[in-house]
């Protein structure tokens, strides 16, 4: 059994399929590549780090062990395959450009050692490509997918193995890695994450879709992360959240994660490439992406988010679009740029969800309007109006009044030293819409 971002006991398609045999040998290898690439996170290996400790605990309560190994991914795996000669390798299918080559050359190699190699779901609740529209391809629009998706029959929730039968972890020499774990940071895990879906639909639930977009209120359920590792089961997560009323907005937004993952699926190239191409010409001005990225944009809501993100390796929802809009629309800068710097410092960042939510944004994705402007001002009003946000992480506004907290002055900016806005909001993104309507 090969984990990779399935890191979990409960509902997981490729273990339950790997106990069918007596002897199951498992294995995580942590990727060095991943690792020292530049939108690495060390939150987010932090949280791998958590999840994997707490995976390899919920192993050894079934008697069996758990290999984590570092190194290049593939030579790894098949160095392990090659001290554990198994007939068959279970593993869970995913959808990036990079995973889908790791799994290629693997299926290639094993297929030359005559070793079965099964790919299962598990990743989505409904794996990319179940549903398609009538012409093919991806679901371009999400509401039609919506529709299909909510058609699809299924499969029921796999209990966790009460034995995984493991005989050769004794005989295979332990080269695991050396896991350092920071207690500051949010707890990864399958233990957390059910803990906190128990907890999401017993008290947070009901009240998702009046609470969702108010930063200021804990009125998410902060389950990204978990979803991210496959430290709870997407399906699992769904098939509870119906039990429950007014729980649609809840799994719509889970859906939009599926659908997302049936775009790179079939466009393993949106991570990098216009999905729909605006023909935008880019500014690359260095010192409006230092103020965006350090939060001194002066700009209150754009800040606060900014400031959260470096903080805590999160942002709200509803301030990741603002953030984004803003770099895209008032600073006129390449989403790419703005996509791997969010890819940098999130704990649930996610290739299909981060750069398509990004392209979303920048009007080069799934988003028929490429003029669509979130304005920060108003954005900030509306969301967080009496600024508890804003106050929470913008400690220079945080003893003013919500109204000038929302608007300070420039008399006030001079005297809390919060920086003057970089730019003006209506004239930047003026000459926004003319570059876009002359492409
Ligand atoms: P909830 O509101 O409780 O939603 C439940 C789950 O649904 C989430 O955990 C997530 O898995 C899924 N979900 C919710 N909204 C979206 C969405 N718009 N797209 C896809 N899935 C969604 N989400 C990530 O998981 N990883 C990312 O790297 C990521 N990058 C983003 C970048 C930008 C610019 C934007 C606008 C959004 C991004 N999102 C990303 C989506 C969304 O912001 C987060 O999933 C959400 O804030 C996580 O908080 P939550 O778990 O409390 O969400």
């Known amino acids: 059994m090969v984990f990779t971002r399935d890191l979990r006991v409960i509902d997981n398609p490729a273990l339950v399929a790997a106990c069918q045999s007596e002897n199951v040998s498992c294995l995580f290898v942590l990727d060095n590549r991943i690792l020292a690439s530049s939108t690495s996170s060390p939150k987010r290996v932090q949280f791998l780090h958590e999840a994997l400790h707490d995976l390899r605990s919920s192993i050894e309560e079934r008697q069996a062990h758990l290999e984590i190994r570092e190194g290049e991914w593939l030579k790894e795996v098949c160095r392990y395959l090659e001290e554990t000669l198994p007939q068959h390798v279970h593993i869970a299918d995913d959808h990036s450009s990079y995973a889908k080559n790791r799994l290629n050359l693997l299926e290639t190699w094993c297929e030359s050692q005559s070793i079965a190699l099964h790919r299962h779901p598990g990743v989505t609740v409904v794996e990319p490509g179940a549903v398609q529209p009538g012409s093919g391809g991806e679901y371009k629009v999400f509401t039609p997918y919506w529709r299909a998706w909510s058609l699809v029959p299924k499969r029921a929730v796999l209990p966790a193995p009460k034995t995984i039968g493991d005989s050769s972890s004794h005989e295979v020499v332990s080269h695991s890695a050396q896991l350092h774990l920071d207690p500051g940071i949010t707890k990864g895990g399958e233990s957390h994450g059910q803990e906190r879906l128990s907890r999401w639909l017993r008290d947070g639930i009901a009240r998702y879709g009046g ?38 907005a809840f799994i719509r937004q889970v859906v939009w994660r599926d659908f997302y993952a049936q775009i790179l699926d079939f466009h393993p190239e949106a991570s990098q490439h216009d999905y729909r191409s605006r023909g935008d010409d880019w500014v690359y001005c260095h010192e409006e992406f230092q103020a965006w990225v350090n939060g001194t944009t002066g700009f209150p809501l754009v800040d606060a988010g900014m400031r959260q993100l470096k903080s805590d390796g999160l942002m709200h929802n509803r301030v990741r679009m603002v953030t984004a809009s803003f770099l895209i629309k008032d600073l006129h800068q390449d989403w790419r740029r703005g996509a791997r710097y969010f890819m940098s410092q999130l704990i649930d960042g996610d290739v299909a969800s981060n750069y398509l939510n990004w392209q979303w944004v920048a009007g080069t994705g799934t988003d028929a309007n490429p003029h669509r402007i979130l304005n920060p001002a108003t954005q900030a009003k509306r969301f967080d109006p009496t600024a508890v946000y804003i106050r929470k992480w913008v400690p220079e506004l945080a003893e003013l009044s919500p109204m000038d907290a929302l608007d300070p002055t420039s008399a006030t900016r001079a005297l809390t030293g919060y920086p003057q806005a970089i730019v003006d909001h209506r004239e930047r993104t003026q000459i926004f819409k003319q570059r876009r309507s002359r492409s």
């Open 211 to 248: 609470a969702r977009d108010f930063p200021a209120i804990d009125g998410t359920s902060s389950l990204s992360p978990y979803l991210h590792f496959g430290c709870i089961s997407p399906l699992q997560v769904v098939i509870l959240a119906q039990q429950f009323d007014d729980s649609e």
